[in-house]
């Protein structure tokens, strides 16, 4: 087995949630996010505790090495997917195409009715994946990760806040709403681990202190 599959295999449990939707933006939630549960706050702890802390070098990144999006079920690719499983109410057209819907923004607690409004993050950016270790994976390799909908990898959020955050580390942006500050911790250590991705000192340093108050 190559080292890119070595990690332990982490059992997550999905999770399905969701209000009724209704129309417009609203300062409560409606729907929320059905991100995979990430491992606890202790478990999050050891994993940093293991992780390489090395010098990021983005040399020769570019997006295009991280086909994205793929099929992933029947006619959805890995977008119109996540856009089904965090939305509430959803309704496709043949295409898996979204055409009404509530989503909630668990980054930044807004909800929103129009998918186009709606940006799935890479919670680890494709960027900072490269920088930490996936410049020497094979594409296969990096296409399961730009296209991971089993770890807490992927999420429907407000497209300008995933846009604020752009390929930055916790150390750089955390999420808006502090209340997800945990959640975040939680799932970033969990998706390095998993790929036997580094992590930066200061990244390493932000991350303790957002777990050690969970």
């Not at 295999?9 to 399905?16: C, E, F, K």
């Not at 057209?93 to 509530?102: E, F, I, Y």
């Not at 909908?149 to 995933?162: E, F, G, Y």
């Amino acid at each position: 087995m190559s080292k890119f599959y070595a990690r332990r295999r982490v059992s997550i449990l999905a999770t399905l949630t969701g209000l009724i939707a209704s129309a417009g933006l609203f300062n409560s939630p409606t729907a929320s996010a059905a991100l995979p549960t990430p491992v606890s706050a202790a478990t999050a702890r050891t994993y940093l505790a293991s992780l390489t802390v090395a010098t990021e070098n983005r040399t020769g990144y570019s997006r295009d090495l991280f086909p994205t999006w793929i099929t992933i079920s029947g006619t959805c690719n890995t977008r119109e997917y996540i856009l089904k499983r965090d939305g509430s109410n959803v309704t496709t057209d043949s295409a898996c195409v979204a055409t009404s819907g509530s989503w909630y923004s668990v980054y930044d607690g807004a909800t929103w009715t129009a998918a186009s409004d709606v940006d799935i993050d890479h919670l680890v950016p494709l960027a900072e994946a490269w920088d930490s270790g996936a410049s020497a994976w094979t594409t296969a390799q990096r296409q399961a990760f730009a296209n991971d909908v089993t770890r807490p990898q992927l999420l429907a959020v407000t497209d300008n806040v995933n846009q604020s955050k752009g390929d930055k580390d916790p150390a750089e942006w955390m999420p808006p709403l502090s209340s997800y500050a945990c959640t975040y911790a939680r799932a970033w250590v969990q998706v390095k681990y998993y790929y036997n991705l580094k992590i930066d000192s200061a990244e390493k340093t932000k991350l303790t202190s957002v777990l050690n108050g969970c």
